[in-house]
């Protein structure tokens, strides 16, 4: 089991920054994959970036340029900056990873709101 807990999430104005964090139960660099994800009301819950052990990060076309996803491996703890925040952009975020057996594994999620 891996235990994922997120913070950091909250109430921003539009063109504002936020940066997610999300801590690992495990040694980091033993997952496959650390992602972040979002879900609002009445939708899918979408990926919004990702980033692989090995390989480039991915991030959803409409928060290119604006999130990025990083780790800090000694510490074991992956974030999402995210800047010039939209409205558009108000979800529920997800940390999600997979281990090298593919297992995945979610955090509890956190709220962020973009409004004036």
């Known amino acids: 089991q891996v235990q994922l807990v997120e913070s950091g999430g909250g109430l921003v104005q539009p063109g504002g920054e936020l940066e997610l964090s999300c801590k690992t139960s495990?040694?980091?660099?033993?997952?496959?994959?650390t992602d972040w994800y979002r879900q609002t009301p009445g939708k899918e819950r979408e990926m919004v970036a990702s980033m692989p052990i090995h390989g480039p990060s991915s991030y959803l076309d409409s928060v290119k340029g604006r999130f990025s996803i990083f780790r800090d491996n000694a510490r074991d703890i992956v974030f999402l900056r995210m800047t010039d925040l939209k409205a558009e952009d108000t979800a529920v975020y997800y940390c999600?990873?997979?281990?090298?057996?593919?297992?995945?594994?979610w955090g509890r999620g956190t709220q962020v709101t973009v409004s004036s």
């Open positions: 495990v040694d980091i660099l033993s997952l496959d994959t």
């Open positions: 999600h990873v997979k281990d090298t057996l593919l297992q995945e594994f």
